[in-house]
């Protein structure tokens, strides 16, 4: 429909959406044509290498040790990933002078510690630390830290969309009053600022290994209105409300996003099983179709061998993992825990980088061994699962 400028030029609508038309989209209206690309440069190559030889066995991977540097782009530090997903932490010290669009991702970003705001043509999100912030691909946006340390970021990039589970869902989409978080939890978009502005804009769209180098000639964020159901938004990890049991509840209570081939589950301060011959530490268990990952960003959990804030475990599918020694006859009687940790579970196998090798704790395949535990007193959060 015709909605015109001040000046009496037309708005230009832009559809922004997923799977043809049959997706989620929104509509914006920008002043000048999102279409107008002043040249095009040479693309920088953007993919992953991976350097895993294939060998199964449990990883600790000492996240937390790895500098800070570079952009948003070029300061992630690819760690896991395969055709579905990839894992990355950035801690980004230089300021993107690009807008950024992923035309194959969307993008969860864990804030590990840090704040600031994603900006993008539908508005601003702030964010802070324990927040995920889900940018849907295509949607063009840049990223600004406030001053400070550089912040720490856990990078998960799903090839297609990432969407809250269905089973939490009714028909019509709407959040189930059993679903442990609610609409209200989710921070949309803000504060609409209208660039209306001509020069050289640069946006590099990630696609097929490359980011690609659009100048534009007008600012990406030109939009004076929009409405629709895609767009990014943050919503925090504290809001997460934990369902407990009287006996051991299994971690899909712990999910809040899926996604092609894999899932996000957020593990939070939550009182243990209270059946009085409840053992609140979880059976050894080999999930055999699962990959799965533990990110530890904060809690008692340093009570395990090795683990410390900033830590990755995975245990690959097609091998037993459990409590450490000691800690399932520790657990009893234990009324809560302070833990909080991301895990990502990929139904199909994890390789790993050059830079998880570097990092990897190579002892902690063989840390269930008793003799390494002491008299197994310690109650270890991370050892429960
Ligand atoms: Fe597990």
Redo the contacts with the bound molecule.
Sequence with gaps: MQFRRPDGALYTEEVVGAEGFSGISSICYHIHPPTLVERIEEPIPYGVEYADEDFLRHRHLRGFQIEPGGDWLSGRRYVMGNADVRLAIARPTQAMDYFYRNATCDELVFVHEGEGRLESLLGTVEFTQGDYVHVPRTVTHRWVFNDGRPPRLLVIEAQLEIRFPKRYRNAFGQLLEHSPFHERDIRPPADLVTHDEEGEFEIRIAKHGYLHRYIMRYHPFDVVGWDGYMYPYAISIHDFEPITGRIHQP?PVHQMFEAHNFVVCSFVPRLFDYHPDAIPA?YN?S?IDSD?V?FYAEGDFMSRRGIDRGSFTL?PGGIP??PHPGTTEASIGKKETRELAVMVDTFRPLKLTQIALEIDDADYAYSWKPELHGNGTEVSEAGR?
């Design positions: 971690p979880p268990h999930n799965e533990l245990h993992h459990g699962r």
